[in-house]
């Protein structure tokens, strides 16, 4: 097995650096996004980007801190206010759009989107 197999995601995007600049490129394309942005509007959004940057680095195999609820608690709020596959769609495109502008490996940024795909059941509370 290479090297660079046997590093998680996390290390192989950046770790850290890359990690909090992607949290920052990517809610600055959310909130300018009229489909999803009116979902943040009372959200503390240093809050939820630190938040935010500790579940994908928890899920991309960094350093786990996150101590947030699940996704199913997390998002039952959003659900209630209409949250559907249009806006799962959306975020993840931003999400795709932001690692591509970082220059991250299309293999890796496929596999970030998978792990995103694979919550949308629980974010969408299903």
Do not use: W
């Not at 992607?22 to 959310?30: E, G, H, T």
């Not at 240093?46 to 940057?53: H, S, T």
């Amino acid at each position: 097995m290479t090297e660079a197999a046997m590093k998680s995601v996390y290390e192989q995007i950046g770790g850290e650096p890359a990690m909090a600049a992607a949290v920052d490129v990517f809610y600055r394309k959310v909130l300018s996004d009229d489909r999803i942005s009116h979902f943040f509007e009372d959200v503390d959004m240093e809050r939820q980007a630190a938040k935010q940057k500790a579940f994908l680095t928890m899920v991309t195999g960094g350093p786990s801190r996150y101590s947030g609820r699940d996704m199913r608690a997390g998002h039952a709020h959003l659900v209630a206010q209409g949250l559907n596959d249009m806006h799962f769609d959306a975020v993840a495109g931003h999400l795709k759009e932001t690692l591509e502008e970082l220059g991250v490996p299309a293999p890796l940024v496929a596999r970030v989107l998978t792990i995103a795909e694979s919550a949308r059941a629980d974010v969408l509370n299903r």
